[in-house]
């Protein structure tokens, strides 16, 4: 059990009793970034997926983190490439987003990319990209925390960022 506070007015915090749907719906009120993660498989195809789940940790040394659910297909083959790329995805991208959120096999046909400095997919027309490698991973229910060390990093053309709201994509303007 959870203390809420040593204050005596504040009642203990049972474990939760959410729903997993209700959680969901909450947690879509947060806005968010998209982001492809990439890398090469056996045969030298770009495999891949979409998440939302993604942050900055540490500036030196430089780190971020993802989340990845333990039912991705793509994700073992990620985690044992040496190295992978994420693609912060542009608002022009939603196609691609749900390309690479869906089940298909070859998610990559037809989608344009180029190659980062070690060769790895970074989709066209994105925000930014960072090759990274798995600095270490942290199990967390139905998902594993990713911590990825950052070796390259770039700023794309793209000037809007594709934002995930209330299960939905949009875009965020700054003017």
Not at 67 to 95: G, N
Not at 97 to 119: D, H, I, M, Q, Y
């Amino acid at each position: 059990m959870l203390e809420a506070a040593s204050d005596t007015n504040h009642a203990t915090i049972a474990e939760t009793d959410i729903p997993p749907h209700r959680f969901r719906t909450v947690l879509s009120r947060f806005a968010t970034g998209v982001v492809a993660i990439a890398t090469l498989d056996t045969d030298d195809r770009p495999i891949g997926f979409a998440i939302n789940s993604f942050t900055s940790v540490s500036l030196e040394p430089p780190l971020v983190a993802y989340c990845v659910t333990h039912t991705s297909r793509s994700w073992p083959s990620i985690r044992a490439a040496r190295r992978h790329c994420l693609t912060i995805l542009a608002d022009t991208q939603r196609s691609v987003c749900k390309r690479l959120a869906g089940k298909e096999l070859n998610k990559f046909e037809g989608l344009r990319w180029s190659s980062s400095p070690t060769g790895l997919p970074i989709l066209a027309n994105s925000l930014a990209w960072l090759e990274c490698s798995v600095a270490a991973e942290y199990p967390a229910g139905d998902h594993v925390i990713v911590i990825a060390r950052v070796h390259h990093a770039a700023s794309g053309d793209a000037e809007a960022p594709l934002v995930f709201f209330e299960s939905g994509y949009g875009t965020f303007d700054a003017s």
